[in-house]
């Protein structure tokens, strides 16, 4: 395979329409599941939440502005051909492209520089968070997404051990929904990663909240213990915006790595209902 | 549905009851962490404040830029637990309402009950309706801070409930309210 050449005006074009696009419309996946829970409940309360819940991501959508003031932090998985060259440097192709969509899609900028001395705004959301793996080919992948910290602050990570098997990761899953509560503005997607190690399991906690939540695992024992998971969730009755109902949770994904002898790493990464991501490729 | 008028009297605070759904209507100001800092550090230093907090209602808020044409951008509540540090001190010093989501430390439940307050939720993630509520707004101090400087907001039928009332009533469960891993 020859070398592709790719221009990093196009990334920083690419990276700005995503963040732009994942900020005002909410995937088809989470739309679809909270019309389902809206007709499901029989809650007042929780039908009232989950029916503005829907008619504020349809103004977002509509009038293209955030359907959340928090537009997040800006995280991205790339698969980057080996056959791909930039004329200039990715890394900063990539800020730009997160620059112009926070400052010309009037986004939040909710980055401090340091996080806990100084905590002065960095004016223009950046830097990113960027995760970045090489992958054979010509093209480059971007999954970007707006990461708000009401869920973030909710999130867990545990390390586990094997003695534990299911039961015990399927309790700590359990355990970290059940703190959060109704703090991380539920219906939540529950984002979850086992194995590697520690900090790969975090990063697969976060993949799992950008994978769409109409899919599931493709392993049986894992997609029956997504579905497993969801249930219980659900019956915990913290509801729409945590004000008591069946939908705590719209949905959990779990994403899984081979890992240690000793070990069994568990992160669970929640996000909100406006789970926000979009994918393109260049 | 209730609806409020703002700035809240004793008597208005006296009937509202957790879990009564409510809209407000009249001015609040805006603050956040960074804002509550300040003033918690002012009021430790017995110092005046820059904004006058009696019988005002505060919302937990960092709204997004506003498109040209619109009052104000996205801006729906934040998370209040964060505030919990310094709620107590606002509220012994007059503040009346808060408005947030999710839940609130002993401490500023205890606040609530004995300075007569309360504690609205409005809807987490529901910015782009909840502004539409929000005629317009005007700086008041800590303009440094940009989403997390503290305004004046004119809001006409504002839509919250009530999640703590002025008894200590409170709607949002607690994790020990959920029998261990179901």
Redesign the interface.
């Given at each position: 395979m020859e070398t592709r050449v790719i221009k990093s005006s196009e990334i920083t074009e690419t990276v700005k329409r995503l963040f732009m696009d994942c900020n005002y419309f909410i995937g088809d996946d989470i739309m679809n599941a909270l019309k389902n829970a809206r007709d499901k409940e029989d809650n007042d309360t929780a039908k009232s939440v989950l029916s503005q819940i829907i008619e504020n991501d349809e103004i977002a959508s509509n009038e293209q502005i955030p359907m959340c003031q928090d537009t997040g932090m800006a995280v991205l998985f790339v698969e980057y051909g080996d056959k791909v060259c930039i004329d200039g440097d990715f890394e900063s192709a990539v800020e730009e492209g997160v620059r112009r969509a926070y400052d010309e899609g009037y986004l939040r900028k909710s980055v401090v520089f340091d996080p806990v001395f100084d905590r002065i705004n960095t004016k223009d959301n950046t830097p990113a968070i960027i995760h970045t793996k090489i992958v054979s080919g010509d093209k480059i992948k971007i999954t970007a997404g707006g990461k708000g910290f009401g869920s973030e602050n909710m999130s867990a990570v545990k390390m586990v051990t094997p003695s534990y098997g299911a039961e015990g990761v399927k309790d700590f899953i359990l355990e970290t929904v059940k703190n959060a509560g109704p703090n991380p503005c539920p219906p939540i997607v529950v984002g979850v990663g086992i194995g590697g190690t520690f900090e790969r399991s975090a990063q697969l906690a976060k993949k799992a909240t950008f994978r769409s939540i109409d899919t599931e695992n493709p392993d049986p024992r894992y997609a029956e213990m997504e579905k497993e998971l969801l249930e219980k969730i659900n019956k915990m009755g913290f509801g729409p915006a945590g004000l008591g109902g069946k939908t705590t949770a719209l949905g959990v994904n779990i994403e899984v790595s081979p890992t240690h002898i000793a070990g069994m790493p568990v992160a669970v990464n929640i996000c909100c209902h406006a789970a926000r991501h979009k994918t393109a490729v260049i | 549905m209730k609806r409020i008028t703002l700035p809240l009297t004793d008597e208005q605070i006296s009937t509202l009851k957790a879990g009564d759904?409510v809209l407000l209507s009249g001015t609040m100001i805006t603050g956040r962490d960074?804002a509550h800092k300040r003033l918690f550090e002012l009021i430790q230093n017995g110092e005046k404040l820059p904004v006058d907090i009696k019988d005002e209602t505060i919302y937990y808020?960092?709204?997004?830029?506003?498109?040209p044409g619109?009052a104000v951008?996205?801006?729906?509540p934040?998370?209040s637990?964060r505030m919990d540090k310094y709620a107590p001190a606002l509220l012994d010093m007059g503040l009346k309402g808060m408005v947030g989501?999710?839940?609130r430390s002993d401490e500023v439940i205890d606040a609530i009950v004995r300075n007569h307050a309360v504690y609205f939720?409005a809807?987490?993630?529901?910015?782009?309706?909840?502004a539409?509520s929000i005629k317009k707004t005007e700086p008041i101090c800590y303009e440094d801070?940009?989403?997390e400087s503290v305004r004046r907001y004119y809001v006409e039928d504002f839509?919250c409930?009530v999640a703590i009332d002025c008894e200590g009533n409170n709607?949002?469960?607690?994790?020990s309210d959920?029998s261990a891993?179901?």
């Open positions: - | 759904s960074a808020v960092g709204p997004a830029p506003a498109k619109y951008g996205p801006a729906g934040t998370s637990y989501k999710g839940r939720c809807i987490g993630g529901a910015a782009a309706l909840i539409k801070l940009g989403t839509p409930i709607i949002y469960m607690s994790a959920i891993p179901i």
